[in-house]
């Protein structure tokens, strides 16, 4: 019998507050994607991390290694009473380009693809509609997003956590106010 793999459990985590919801998001890298859910009316909190691999307590060198298929994912805290599900599936077709495979712009590896993971059949079905949605939009182009459960979250190493608006390597920080809509620079 093989052994309880603890990376393969669904995400069981609570959000930051009571009447709140998570959502889960992989988009590319995960530094541009949180700054644009940190500017979102109604998200509380955003904290970027693993998920969906096999792997339990990936590290980030390791996930870049692309031997534990974990997706670098933003972990989002939300107020479902002021940021409707609807309001994050719309940014994150936004922020990338779901037709591509294991790959956003000049980032390649499997932890860069496109997916949403889902806590309840609500977001799923949502989800589901969304993608149909964006399919119908595309045309031709073939959507390759993943829509699956939320798989257990490994927060990434805190040097990663809020990176853009503390700056990045530079130190040119970028706001996360609410509503800010400058441009979002994601740099190394």
């Known amino acids: 019998m093989a052994e309880p793999n603890p990376a393969l459990d669904p995400d069981s985590d609570n959000p930051v507050n009571p009447g709140l919801e998570l959502a889960q998001f992989g988009a590319g890298c995960f ?3 949180e700054l644009a859910f940190q500017r979102l009316n109604g998200v509380v ?18 996930v870049c290694s692309g031997t534990t298929n974990h997706v670098e994912v933003v972990r989002v805290h939300f107020d479902p009473n002021v940021c409707p599900y609807t309001n994050l599936l719309h940014l994150f077709w936004s922020r990338h380009d779901p037709t591509t495979v294991n790959r956003q712009a000049g980032d390649v590896g499997t932890q860069y693809r ?4 889902y806590y309840n059949e609500a977001q799923a079905r949502l989800a589901q509609e969304s993608k149909e949605a964006k399919q119908l939009e595309l045309k031709d182009k073939k959507i390759v997003t993943e829509i699956l459960p939320a798989k257990r979250f490994y927060r990434a190493e805190e040097y990663h956590q809020q990176y853009l608006e503390k700056g990045g390597r530079n130190g040119d920080k970028q706001s996360a106010e609410k509503g800010c809509n400058d441009p979002i620079r994601c740099y190394g």
């Open 114 to 117: 496109s997916g949403i993971y």
């Open 31 to 33: 530094w541009g994607v």
């Open 45 to 62: 909190k955003t904290e970027v991390g693993y998920s969906q691999g096999h792997v339990p307590d990936p590290n980030y060198r390791l």
